[in-house]
């Protein structure tokens, strides 16, 4: 079992960059491919990146790709989303989540574990 924690969130104006953490717990967190979601008020929950368990491959949502980064660490059982050049349609809360598959994963539905959520606000 995996517990996740997520921060970096905060106000940050368009065109500016925030980093997001997502600590994770337990021994076996190298074994999971891990991705971030985002949530925006009456919408869906929406996939923006993935990464393997060992970093060796990232997929992004066309929305982000070029302005979004998506990496681990796993020896200190952490992984990051770097977000750049961020722009209003951005703002959400977004969540790291675990999985257990070896290959990309985009649905919210294939992972099994979540974080509790982070606010990321971008003002125009």
Not at 47 to 73: C, E, L, M, Q
Not at 108 to 120: D, F, K, S
Request: glycine residues 10%; contains cysteine; positive net charge.
């Amino acid at each position: 079992q995996v517990q996740l924690v997520e921060s970096g969130g905060r106000l940050v104006q368009a065109g500016g960059s925030l980093r997001l953490s997502c600590a994770a717990s337990g021994r076996t967190f190298r074994s999971y491919a891990m991705g971030w979601f985002r949530q925006a008020p009456g919408k869906e929950r929406e996939f923006v990146a993935f990464i393997s368990w060992n970093g060796g491959y990232t997929h992004y949502a066309d929305s982000v790709k070029g302005r979004f980064t998506i990496s681990r660490d796993n020896a200190k059982n952490t992984v990051y989303l770097q977000m750049n050049s961020l722009k209003p349609e951005d703002t959400a809360v977004y969540y790291c989540a675990a999985c257990s598959y070896s290959d990309v994963r985009t649905h919210a539905g294939e992972y099994a574990y979540w974080g509790q959520g982070t606010q990321v606000t971008v003002s125009s």
